[in-house]
C-alpha cells in the first residue's frame, strides 16, 4: 500500500511535468494525488465500492485544490488535475479495448459500467467540492480609500 502512495506521489509529480505546471506547486500536486489515492486504497479495503471510494477520493483532492488554490490565489485546474490523475480508470479503459478484441461481450460491458461509474464519480467529486466553496463566504478586504470626512 504505501509503495502504491509513494508511486502515485511520483506518477502526479512527472504529470505535473508534462503539463508545464508552475514548479513551486508541484509539490503540493503530489502530495494531493498521494492523499486521493490513500483515501481510495483505504476505503476499497475497508469493502466499499469503487464508485464510492473514487467519490470521496475525489471530494479530497477537490476540496484541497480549492483551499489551495484560495490560498496561492491560482486556478484550481492547477491542483485539481494533477491531483486526480491516479484515479483515473486506465486499467479500465484498456480492459475495455482488450475484452473488445477478445469479443469476450459480458466482460466488456462489466469493464464499461465500471470505467464510466469511476469517470462519473471524479466529475461529481469535483463538482461538490466546488459547490461547497462557493456556498461559503468570502472575506471581503475593507477598500484602501480613505472614509468621506476623514482628513489624513
Not at 480549492?66 to 496561492?72: D, N, S, T, V, W
Not at 467529486?125 to 489624513?152: M, N, R, T, W, Y
Request: glycine share 10%; aromatic share 10%; net charge positive.
Amino acid at each position: 500500500m504505501l509503495l502504491q502512495i509513494i508511486g502515485s506521489f511520483f506518477a502526479v509529480v512527472a504529470f505535473c511535468f508534462i503539463l508545464g505546471s508552475p514548479r513551486n506547486y508541484i509539490l503540493a500536486a503530489g502530495i494531493m494525488g498521494a492523499l486521493g489515492w490513500a483515501l481510495f486504497l483505504f476505503l476499497s479495503q475497508r469493502g466499499i465500492s469503487v464508485g464510492i471510494a473514487t467519490f470521496f477520493s475525489g471530494c479530497l483532492v477537490s476540496l484541497c485544490a480549492q483551499l489551495l488554490a484560495r490560498i496561492a490565489k491560482t486556478p484550481v485546474t492547477i491542483f485539481v488535475i494533477p491531483g486526480i490523475l491516479p484515479l483515473v480508470p486506465g486499467a479500465g479503459m484498456y480492459h475495455i479495448v482488450a475484452s473488445i478484441i477478445r469479443s469476450n461481450g459480458p466482460e466488456t460491458s462489466y469493464y464499461i459500467a465500471q470505467t464510466l461509474t469511476i469517470s462519473g464519480m471524479i466529475a461529481v467529486s469535483i463538482i461538490v467540492a466546488e459547490s461547497l466553496f462557493h456556498l461559503l463566504p468570502v472575506k471581503k478586504k475593507p477598500s484602501a480609500q480613505p472614509k468621506k470626512g476623514d482628513c489624513s
